[in-house]
């Protein structure tokens, strides 16, 4: 099957935005093994900012994530925060993206977040046997890095200059928003 995005396709923007906005069920029929093979953990993360953007023109917190398998590179999972759109206190990056994954080992996988994950998300990480984690913004928000390493996970950290202007604009225009999405409505 001929796809778009394939060994001799650039890595553009564009591209990247594609792979954000599809379904993860259909990338397959976007992207083939070599073009996937050739993502780097930049463009990922990319990704993941750009779907944070998703959820910022959505109304909602600006915190994006992908899932990738560390053997094929392959996304298996992607997300962004729904907070406000789904009004679920936990619907954040990293849990739509651990939920589009599905049930599988996440030992074998990697996760990349725009935004440094509350201790909720840093937990679940944890718990599901994640093995890396790289985190995208630690200017707007961090501290969970240090628990993740203590429980055996791999934290890298990639900050993405378009994730951390994108989530401080967002702070500062709502910080409402912000403090319910870290603390819920009782800080408010």
Known sequence: METLLNAGTEVTEAALAAIAHMPTASLPVLMDDAFTRRLSDADLMRIAVLLARKSLDEGGCPIGAVIIDNESRRIVGKGHNTLVQESHPY???????????????????????????????ATLLHMRGFSRVVVGDITNASGTEALLRERGVQVEILEDP????LYGRFRA????LDLEDWKGRRAL
């Open 91 to 121: 619907n954040h990056g990293e849990t739509a993206a651990i939920r589009d994954a599905g049930r599988l080992d996440f030992s074998r996988t990697t996760l990349f977040t725009s935004l440094s994950p509350c201790e909720i998300c």
């Open 162 to 165: 378009q994730g951390i202007e």
């Open 173 to 176: 225009e709502k910080p409402e």
